[in-house]
């Protein structure tokens, strides 16, 4: 078990920010955490970690200086539950939860309808696994939530949703032949949610963005004194509005990109070395925007071009 404790001051000041004179920032900042961790049995770690803190900023004029910050405090507290298995050498696996809550707390009775609360939970799971010698898969998969509250202005309140994955393959053929694909995607609706009469709070999806990308890495080395590289890749992403009420595309760009070169570094004579570099990359873009929910196609736009 570890933990720590914190208790830091600040005073600056800011005299000149206009020509009426500035102000002075005190900041009060106090933290601890604590960590736990625990062997359970000869494949499982796991561990807990804990963290509380709390900032405070006062504020005080300079001269006849109108427009200082806020003052304010900003609390957090948060905790983090892991657990890790490893098999042996040839697969291991993970798993995470994430708790946290944020305040802001602004102390002027002027600004605190833009007091507001943040909670967020996050789950994680990941796992890498040797498929074959010189074959190995790694995928890391994430979900979490973030609820934003308005104390004084619950018409704001807004929940934001991500799912996320990660898959890399990584091959080494032999000694000089290399292969690293990668695959990401990620969703993420967001919207309102209020709380009803029944004492429940619903969730009404205002917007969703989704994004995927598959990438590639290949190397080829035939010798010291010649290798070969080529890196396509492929994006896209879309996002949907609501509209009257209903969630409908609003945008789609999709991307396509190739990239390949070879590097020299080749020994001509006792005190001769040739070294050089040649690429090549190519582009393709395409946007397509929608009107009513009709899809309005933008000309694609690609090009080839060297690369330094």
Same mark, same amino acid.
């Given at each position: 078990?570890?933990?720590?404790?914190?208790? !830091?001051?600040?005073?600056?000041?800011? %005299?000149?920010?206009?020509?009426?004179? !500035?102000?002075?920032?005190?900041?009060?900042?106090?933290?601890?955490?604590?960590?736990?961790?625990?062997?359970?049995?000869?494949?499982?770690? &796991?561990?807990?970690?804990?963290?509380?803190? @709390?900032?405070?900023?006062? $504020?005080?004029?300079?001269?006849? $200086?109108?427009?200082?910050?806020?003052?304010?405090?900003?609390?957090?507290?948060?905790?983090?539950?892991?657990?890790?298995?490893?098999?042996? /050498?040839?697969?291991?696996?993970?798993?995470?939860?994430?708790?946290?809550?944020?305040?802001?707390?602004?102390?002027?009775?002027?600004?605190?309808?833009?007091?507001?609360?943040?909670?967020? #939970?996050?789950? /994680?799971?990941?796992?890498?696994?040797?498929?074959? /010698?010189?074959?190995? &898969?790694?995928?890391?998969?994430?979900?979490?939530?973030?609820?934003?509250?308005? %104390?004084?202005?619950? /018409?704001?309140?807004?929940?934001? @949703?991500?799912?996320?994955?990660?898959?890399?393959?990584?091959?080494?053929?032999?000694?000089?032949?290399?292969?690293?694909?990668?695959?990401?995607?990620?969703?993420?609706?967001?919207?309102?949610?209020?709380? $009803?009469?029944?004492?429940?709070? #619903?969730?009404? +999806?205002?917007?969703?963005?989704?994004?995927? &990308?598959?990438?590639?890495?290949?190397?080829?080395?035939?010798?010291?004194?010649?290798?070969?590289?080529?890196?396509?890749? #492929?994006?896209?992403?879309?996002?949907?509005?609501?509209?009257?009420?209903?969630?409908?595309?609003?945008?789609?760009?999709?991307?396509?990109?190739?990239?390949?070169?070879?590097?020299?570094?080749?020994?001509?004579?006792?005190? !001769?070395?040739?070294?050089?570099?040649?690429?090549?990359?190519?582009?393709?873009?395409?946007?397509?925007? #929608?009107?009513? !929910? @009709?899809?309005?196609?933008?000309? +694609?736009?690609?090009?080839?071009?060297?690369?330094?």
């Amino acid at each position: 078990m570890d933990g720590h404790f914190s208790n !830091g001051f600040g005073d600056s000041k800011f %005299p000149a920010r206009s020509d009426s004179g !500035g102000y002075g920032e005190f900041q009060h900042a106090r933290s601890a955490d604590a960590t736990f961790s625990r062997q359970l049995g000869p494949r499982i770690l &796991a561990r807990i970690t804990g963290s509380i803190s @709390l900032t405070s900023y006062r $504020y005080s004029l300079i001269g006849k $200086y109108t427009t200082p910050p806020v003052s304010r405090d900003q609390w957090r507290q948060s905790w983090r539950a892991d657990a890790n298995y490893s098999r042996n /050498e040839r697969f291991s696996t993970g798993v995470a939860l994430d708790v946290s809550k944020n305040k802001l707390i602004n102390i002027p009775s002027a600004s605190t309808g833009s007091n507001n609360n943040t909670r967020s #939970y996050r789950a /994680e799971w990941h796992w890498t696994c040797r498929l074959l /010698e010189g074959l190995t &898969a790694t995928q890391r998969n994430t979900l979490s939530a973030d609820y934003l509250e308005y %104390p004084f202005s619950a /018409e704001n309140n807004r929940l934001t @949703l991500d799912y996320a994955a990660v898959t890399t393959l990584n091959a080494i053929m032999n000694p000089r032949l290399s292969i690293n694909v990668t695959h990401n995607s990620r969703r993420s609706p967001a919207g309102n949610y209020t709380l $009803y009469p029944d004492g429940l709070a #619903y969730f009404a +999806r205002s917007d969703e963005t989704g994004n995927a &990308a598959l990438t590639a890495a290949i190397a080829y080395t035939p010798s010291p004194a010649i290798a070969f590289s080529v890196e396509p890749a #492929y994006f896209s992403s879309d996002r949907s509005a609501a509209a009257n009420g209903v969630v409908a595309p609003q945008r789609a760009n999709r991307s396509l990109s190739v990239s390949a070169g070879a590097n020299i570094n080749w020994s001509i004579s006792k005190n !001769g070395l040739l070294r050089g570099d040649i690429h090549r990359a190519y582009r393709a873009d395409r946007t397509t925007t #929608y009107s009513s !929910g @009709l899809p309005q196609a933008t000309p +694609r736009s690609d090009g080839t071009r060297p690369k330094a």
